[in-house]
């Protein structure tokens, strides 16, 4: 069980509700999106951000199907035993709440980003699932880039509040969401598959 850290009132719902999927994480997973049977054009998100110091031009734009063999195998090399499954991605990317999102260095894919709208009671949340940036590509930026648009296409859809789950030992990716503006509401006891503790970490997105 985790432990409350935060006690507002929209944080006191994202965690209660939030609380019953850590148990059966996986079949949430999937609960959650079966009743999605077609495909939707994801809204079309372009920037373009130039990487000076590698003298590299970087882009953000949406993810669709065409693309999950890619996201696949960046999601394998980032998280190994924990990844996504095929079947999980192909859910989330044609979940008519979810915002999918990849980057691309000099047009080829170099991470993504996957994130769904939830409304939980009076509370509308974007729920961050997964956030990946090839290993050739890290410690260019990439990984604020993605985040900062995924927070953007939340407050395009009225999220006022985003939230998201890291492993206790992933100090880079912990120090990434501290940087923008996350911050810690509840532990969460041996979450990940393989017995690793983690964080529920959220943040009040404004415009």
């Known amino acids: ?14 965690y209660t509700l939030a609380k019953k999927a850590s148990k059966e994480k996986l079949q949430v997973r999937l609960d959650i999106y079966l009743n999605t049977a077609t495909c939707w054009i994801h809204f079309k998100i372009k920037c373009e951000n130039e990487m000076a110091e ?4 970087a882009t953000v734009e949406s993810a669709d199907l065409s ?3 890619k996201l696949l195998r ?19 990317l044609t ?11 000099n047009g080829k894919v170099a991470g993504f980003i996957i994130g769904v709208v939830e409304n939980l009671s009076a509370v509308k949340a974007g729920h961050v699932f997964t956030i990946d940036v090839a290993l050739k590509h890290r410690r260019r930026g990439l990984g604020m880039k993605l985040l900062e648009e995924m927070e953007k296409a939340f407050l395009s859809r009225g999220v006022e509040t985003s939230y998201l789950e890291v492993r206790v030992d992933n100090k880079a990716a912990r ?5 923008q503006g996350y911050r810690e509401m509840e532990s969460l ?10 964080f529920r970490l959220i943040k009040r997105l404004t415009i």
Do not use: Q, W
């Not at 590698?54 to 031009?57: A, I, M, Q, R, S």
């Not at 979940?95 to 260095?105: D, G, W, Y």
């Open 67 to 69: 693309d999950i063999e």
């Open 189 to 198: 006891d041996h979450y990940y598959s393989t017995g690793v503790h983690g």
């Open 95 to 105: 979940n008519p709440n979810a915002v999918s999102l990849l980057a691309k260095v």
């Open 54 to 57: 590698n003298n590299l031009k």
């Open 175 to 179: 120090r990434l969401y501290k940087k």
């Open 74 to 92: 960046i999601e394998r090399e980032c998280f190994t035993g924990e990844a996504f499954t095929k079947e999980e991605i192909f859910l989330l």
């Open 1 to 14: 069980m985790g432990h409350l850290i935060a006690d507002t009132n929209a944080e006191v719902t994202i």
